[in-house]
């Protein structure tokens, strides 16, 4: 990972997707996925790959939001356990995702405001 810093936290960015993507807990998908619309985003350092995003994933499943429901090699396969709202940190100023039954914390790891 280079000095590249993207100009929306990478966890924010991922949260974003599933609210905007994958937001039914019925629904399944994979880090690839995820990984891939970013990059199509352009927000990202391009030297990176699938596999450094791996602490991000485990983030958003160790908060609540998600679960991991297969494992392939690299690939991981997740669902929601609950719909995702959307909310606005008035202290980084960016919109934030979260689940309904998660802290109300800003997930930017810059930030941890209180939403």
């Avoid at 990972?1 to 629904?27: A, L």
């Avoid at 891939?36 to 699938?50: A, F, G, Q």
């Avoid at 429901?69 to 919109?95: G, P, R, Y």
Wanted: net charge negative; with cysteine; glycine share 2%.
């Amino acid at each position: 990972m280079g000095d590249f810093n993207p100009k929306i936290p990478i966890q924010i960015q991922i949260r974003k997707i599933i609210f905007e993507k994958f937001n039914d807990p019925e629904v399944r998908f994979t880090n690839d996925e995820i990984f891939e619309i970013i990059k199509k985003n352009e927000d990202i350092d391009t030297s990176w790959i699938i596999d450094d995003m791996e602490p991000y994933f485990k983030e958003i499943c160790d908060s609540g939001l998600t679960r991991n429901i297969a494992q392939d090699l690299t690939t991981m396969w997740f669902k929601l356990f609950e719909t995702v709202e959307k909310f606005h940190c008035n202290s980084c100023n960016n919109d934030v995702y979260l689940g309904n039954s998660e802290e109300r914390i800003c997930p930017n790891t810059d930030c941890k405001a209180t939403i």
